[in-house]
């Protein structure tokens, strides 16, 4: 297999993640409202308590939901070499200008 052959496109887009950074937002807000509803009681100790086991429980769900999507979208394009080659020509015959710096 010659790997040459392929390009590696990525056609992941906010959109994609964005009902999960979404859904994520809420669970962290309904564990503040439980820490803020256990504040109050005789020992608040359980209110950090919850709050962190919530995150620590949820993290690991969030990165999954992510990776999976960042893999959906991972797609490999056959390149034509005739297509790349006259790509490159092009590419070649004009030459940018350098950056200068304005003074």
Same mark, same amino acid.
């Given at each position: 297999m010659d790997l040459r052959k392929y390009r !590696? !496109?990525? %056609? &992941? %887009?906010?959109?994609?993640?964005?009902g999960q950074i979404?859904?994520? &937002? !809420?669970v962290l807000f309904?564990? &503040?409202?439980a820490a803020l509803g256990l504040m109050g009681a005789s020992r608040p100790i359980y209110a950090l308590a919850t709050v962190g086991l919530i995150l620590v429980l949820s993290l690991p769900f969030l990165l999954f939901?992510? !990776?999976t999507t960042l893999l959906n979208h991972i797609e490999f394009a056959l390149v034509d070499p005739a297509l790349e080659a006259k790509t490159r020509t092009r590419s070649a015959v004009s030459p940018q200008k350098p950056a200068q710096a304005a003074g």
């Open positions: !590696v !496109v990525c %056609t &992941l %887009t906010f959109g994609d993640i964005y979404i859904v994520w &937002l !809420v309904i564990s &503040l409202a939901a992510f !990776v």
